[in-house]
């Protein structure tokens, strides 16, 4: 079965420090994996996402992710953390089960990051 | 830059009611989804659309449940008769490849 794995329900840095937020994935073939972020009160806004190609996935806001096939793992990453940066982050997997582009995400749990001034 | 929207915000109903959720897509998207996330819980898949007929649903979608593009643009997730295990956030999503998500809509079902 398909399947994503958040193990931290809670990372907690300082502003300025880099954070990492790991994800990893149980999927038979090619993984398409993607991170997105949720804002208090809002919806799931794309930060970026790992179809093929280079390893390293830069995206919105200065993530990036560092695909890892020997390590079926896709961590979320960013050099210097911001307070603005606290708040819920998920990662997600496309079904591959089905034919063309209409293929349902499969979700983490979600890892609540809070960014200490 | 283009937005997925949805209406309403929030919608409080009481159980056994219909509702009716709202989404308009980016304008070049055809592949369209709803998804609902239960406060605390994960995302859940429900139901995905394309060329007006359901691709793929998830258990949670039942009879309870349908979706339509009545007009062609709006994509709409009905509701027949809630439950109170309806109460979630739900999320319409659209893609060409990359799903982008609307703000959601908040179901509160007493």
């Known amino acids: 079965a398909q399947s994503v794995a958040q193990p931290e329900d809670q990372v907690n840095v300082a502003e300025g420090n880099p954070l990492t937020v790991k994800c990893t994935y149980s999927v038979s073939g090619n993984p398409y994996l993607f991170w997105y972020v949720q804002y208090p009160n809002r919806g799931l806004q794309f930060l970026l996402k790992?179809?093929?190609?280079d390893n390293l996935v830069k995206g919105s806001y200065g993530f990036e992710a560092e695909f890892n096939k020997s390590q079926t793992s896709f961590h979320l990453k960013k050099p210097s953390a911001l307070v603005s940066d606290s708040a819920l982050y998920f990662c997600a997997v496309r079904d591959i089960y089905n034919a063309g582009n209409n293929r349902k995400l499969i979700w983490g749990l979600g890892t609540s990051l809070a960014v200490n001034p | 830059e283009p937005e997925v929207t949805q209406t309403p915000s929030h919608q409080v109903t009481q159980m056994g009611q219909e509702v009716i959720l709202r989404c308009v897509p980016i304008s070049n998207h055809l592949y369209f989804y709803w998804y609902r996330q239960i406060l605390g819980q994960k995302v859940e898949f429900l139901v995905s659309?394309?060329?007006?007929?359901?691709?793929?649903k998830s258990e949670i979608f039942d009879d309870q449940f349908s979706v339509e593009r009545p007009d062609g643009s709006n994509f709409t997730l009905k509701i027949r008769s809630t439950k109170l295990e309806d109460s979630a956030m739900y999320f319409c999503?659209?893609?060409?490849?990359?799903?982008?998500f609307g703000p959601g809509t908040r179901l509160t079902v007493l």
């Open positions: 659309f394309y060329n007006n007929e359901i691709s793929e």
């Open positions: 999503a659209t893609s060409t490849d990359t799903q982008y």
């Open positions: 790992y179809i093929t190609g």
